[in-house]
């Protein structure tokens, strides 16, 4: 069949295209991308379960081209048994699910700063004010950057973001290379400094990661926040303008969650299936594979698409209905097996409080624009910009 993921068409839409291809090529040769698309839940499940016939390869690292400000180390979500086993059980000890609850009241802190600020005028764009932003200042007070270096760090932090662009303008490139190079030396000098003076904080809990007398090196620490930055930052700015941009187009879920604020975790989960932030991840074959939908020889590069699975008919019933009440618990919006999202749990966190903000302390707000524009990307699903208009108390009166 016709799927070229590249197309404008498909990226604003992919949802048709993945249940064509789960009914006609559940295993499907993609000619544009030289690569086999695999869109059944059960088969994109088993890749996941089965690294050693599906391992992970060098795509991700290479996003950032010659501008990865760490390219001598390898990222973790680029690695395979043994090297990541290593790797991903140092990197546990430190990003522990004790350390995320314990955030919960400061990311409601700053949180609640986005959302006085968004609230002081009638109109805001929330991906510019609050939904991207929130993120990037949330981790960098967990590595412990200094507050007078916020402004700094997320300017790094968008540049480096910015490389997976691969911007072709020499002024551009320059300074992104500049911000990798300022972002190195700074997050150099604070992993040598908490190893003399620790604190509380995640480089301090990475740098004292021990695990039977093997530690992380300082190359694996700083690829790991460069990592960090990629893989957290952009993804959460998705689920959160997802959400709302989900529960604008479902008034009637919207409503239900309004007048429940218990439902938002369970909505939150609905999010990540219907429309998932993450789309799509990359696998190789180690060997020739027989899937429930169609064989795909040794060598082959493979597009397993989360999207497509999280909207299988055969796994979630009536799945293009978005159902604030359906808490599906075994979406793979955050993969599964060995390279499960180690920030699952923070994004969790972080969509929870900006959705109870948004919805419970907030005046009522709709969308300014009919259409909205996409990220053009066939990776990350989510809004350029999200204008909002929050109704004036005025107004609110005069509706009830
Ligand atoms: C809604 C937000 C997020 C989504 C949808 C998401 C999605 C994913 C997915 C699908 C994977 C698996 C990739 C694969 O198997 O190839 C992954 C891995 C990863 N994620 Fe997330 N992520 C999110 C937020 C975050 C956050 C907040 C962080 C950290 C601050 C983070 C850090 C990572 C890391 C380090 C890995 C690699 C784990 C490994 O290879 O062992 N993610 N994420």
Redesign the pocket.
């Known amino acids: 069949m016709d799927y070229n993921p590249l197309a404008p068409e498909v990226m604003a839409n992919p949802y048709p295209y993945y249940a064509e291809l789960r009914n006609k090529a559940p295993v499907a040769w993609l000619e544009p991308l030289q690569c086999w698309a695999v869109s059944r839940y059960v088969d994109v499940d088993f890749a996941?379960r089965n690294p050693q016939l599906f391992p992970?390869s060098v795509f991700t690292a290479q996003a950032l081209g010659d501008l990865n400000p760490v390219p001598e180390t390898p990222w973790?979500?680029d690695?395979n048994p043994p090297d990541?086993t290593r790797l991903?059980k140092l990197v546990n000890k430190a990003f522990t699910p004790r350390l995320i609850r314990a955030l919960e009241p400061r990311v409601r802190e700053i949180t609640q700063e986005l959302v006085a600020a968004l609230t002081r005028h009638p109109e805001t764009d929330l991906v510019a004010s609050f939904s991207g932003p929130l993120?990037t200042i949330v981790?960098a007070e967990m590595l412990g950057v200094e507050r007078a270096r916020l402004h700094d760090f997320k300017r790094w932090s968008d540049d480096i973001v910015l490389a997976t662009s691969r911007p072709r303008d020499e002024a551009v490139r320059a300074r992104v290379r500049a911000s990798g190079a300022e972002f190195r030396a700074y997050m150099e000098e604070m992993i040598a400094r908490r190893r003399r003076e620790p604190a509380e904080d995640l480089i301090t809990a990475l740098v004292r990661a021990e695990e039977e007398r093997d530690m992380l090196s300082a190359t694996e620490i700083l690829a790991?926040v460069v990592?960090?930055l990629l893989?957290?930052n952009e993804?959460?700015t998705?689920?959160i303008g997802n959400a709302v941009c989900s529960l604008l187009d479902h008034p009637a879920e919207l409503a239900k969650v309004r007048a429940d604020p218990a439902l938002v975790p369970s909505m939150i989960e609905e999010v990540?299936r219907y429309e998932?932030?993450?789309q799509v991840?990359?696998r190789q074959t180690a060997c020739e594979v027989e899937l429930e939908g169609g064989t795909i020889p040794a060598g082959a590069t493979v597009f397993l698409l989360?999207g497509s699975a999280n909207r299988d008919e055969r796994k979630f019933p009536e799945p293009d209905r978005f159902d604030v009440t359906r808490n599906p618990q075994d979406h793979l919006?955050?993969?599964y097996g060995?390279?499960?999202?180690?920030?699952?749990p923070?994004?969790r966190l972080?969509?929870r409080v900006a959705l109870e903000a948004l919805l419970f302390d907030c005046p009522p707000f709709a969308c300014t624009r009919p259409y909205l524009p996409r990220i053009a990307s066939l990776i990350v699903r989510g809004v350029q910009t999200l204008p909002l208009r929050f109704t004036t108390p005025a107004v609110a009166a005069a509706m009830q």
């Open positions: 996941l992970s973790i979500l690695m990541h991903r993120p981790i790991l990592l960090l893989a957290g993804t959460t998705n689920l990540l998932s932030p993450v991840i990359f989360l919006a955050f993969g060995i390279h499960l999202c180690l920030g699952a923070l994004a972080e969509g």
